[in-house]
């Protein structure tokens, strides 16, 4: 298979961090469950269970901030080492220690700083590791394996839960520490692309402060209104399902069954078929199947409309996963790369952090139908946004110009 040969011509370095960070994914047994815990294991209410979660999870978006710092003051593989460690002190903590109700709180918030530390860091690995035109393809192979890896975590830590709370943490951790072995042995300190591609691709594009890059600045938080309808429909689906269509929870995980699906079995196709397309292009296609993926849920609103929205949306997810973190890695200087994956992170930890709120609040003042109105206006917004910018040609693009231009001289 082409993608084999493909894989195959990275750098084992990033082959190895794709196979430690789908190991990572799928031993993610702690997050799903952190609230059935919360009130199962330590005797919470639902309300306050909630509450620690939202304050923990503003670990998230501190470790997108620490992520970029650490990755160009220690180094990528400092980061993602770090990333590991956290996570796993806090769930060490969360799962042995009986304490107050805030120490839960302060635990989680460590382990969540980790998670939050590790996709920054990773991402900002792959574009040292890549060249221009292996990037969109590294990037498709990291995004796939991690929902991969996210499909398989919630069902194994399911399993070990209703065995034991115990178990569920045990296999969190063992997992991170696994990838962290696997990291420490095959990824090298900061080897990064040599200056026949990804470096000189990024020399000479502007200043090394954010400003100098405006341009990927800019796209990276207008991104924030692509990232807005996937983390709020991961809220409003499930009370959709249940309390408005009152059909049975379990339709819930079909479609999160459906997305990972057609990450997993159409991701590299797409990415086969999007190389030649400009980035403004793509994103804008991108909103166009958000668009249309909601149109279908405030038009015609009912199980099947869910389930066939999915499908279309989910097409515009693996093209913005794929094309944003592209982009920075192509324009931005090698020594700022690390700062704007953690930007990038934080604008999808942002997201989590104020999208169910604000939602919660309008689904409680005016029901469903508004919560599902907001979320279509949202990608229509980034359209807008997307089509003011001035996004510049990829790397590779960039580089087959001049080829294409000199070509005549030489008959």
């Keep these: 298979m082409v993608w084999v040969a493909r894989f195959k011509e990275l750098p084992l370095a990033l082959r190895v961090l794709f196979l430690a960070s789908f190991v990572n994914r799928a031993g993610m047994f702690v997050f799903p469950l952190l609230a059935v815990y919360l009130v199962r294991g330590k005797d919470l209410s639902p309300g306050e269970a909630g509450l620690l979660i939202s304050i923990g999870s503003t670990g998230l978006l501190v470790g997108s901030l620490l992520s970029g710092p650490l990755c160009d003051l220690k180094g990528r593989r400092t980061a993602l080492l770090s990333a590991l460690i956290l996570n796993a002190a806090g769930y060490l903590g969360l799962a042995l220690l009986d304490g107050a109700p805030w120490t839960y709180a302060a635990l989680l918030f460590v382990a969540l700083v980790g998670m939050g530390m590790f996709s920054p860091a990773s991402n900002t690995l792959v574009a040292d590791l890549t060249t221009p035109e292996q990037r969109p393809f590294a990037y498709t192979i990291s995004y796939v394996g991690n929902n991969l890896g996210m499909g398989v975590g919630p069902l194994l830590g399911g399993v070990a839960a209703a065995y034991s709370y115990h178990v569920m943490f045990a296999g969190n951790i063992l997992a991170g520490l696994l990838c962290a072995a696997m990291i420490t042995l ?14 000189n691709s990024r020399k000479g594009m502007g200043s090394s402060g954010p400003l100098g890059h405006r341009h990927v600045l800019l796209l990276v938080l207008v991104s924030f209104f692509y990232v807005v309808p996937l ?4 809220y409003a689906l499930p009370l959709a399902v249940t309390t408005v269509l009152h059909d049975s929870a379990g339709l819930v995980g079909a479609v999160y069954t459906i997305n990972s699906v057609v990450v997993v079995s159409l991701g590299l196709l797409m990415e ?9 292009t793509l994103l804008m296609v991108a909103g166009l199947l958000w668009t249309l993926g909601l149109s279908v849920i405030v038009f015609g609103f009912s199980l099947p409309a869910l389930l066939l929205s999915t499908v279309v949306w989910t097409l515009g997810e693996i093209i913005v996963s794929v094309v944003v973190p592209t982009y920075v890695a192509d324009h931005v200087d090698e020594r700022r790369v690390g700062s704007f994956m953690a930007l990038n992170g934080f604008v999808l930890g942002l997201a989590r952090l104020v999208v169910p709120v604000g939602l919660g609040v309008l689904w409680t003042a005016d029901g469903y139908r508004p919560v599902f109105v907001t979320l279509l206006l949202a990608p229509l917004i980034g359209m807008a946004g997307f089509a003011l910018l001035r996004i510049r040609p ?6 087959a110009v001049p080829e294409s231009k000199a070509a005549p001289a030489n008959t």
């Design 186 to 199: 095959w990824v090298p300190r900061d080897r990064r692309a040599k200056d026949t591609g990804g470096a």
């Design 231 to 234: 983390i709020g429909l991961e």
């Design 272 to 280: 086969k078929h999007l190389r030649g397309y400009g980035t403004k």
């Design 394 to 399: 990829s790397a590779a693009e960039s580089t």
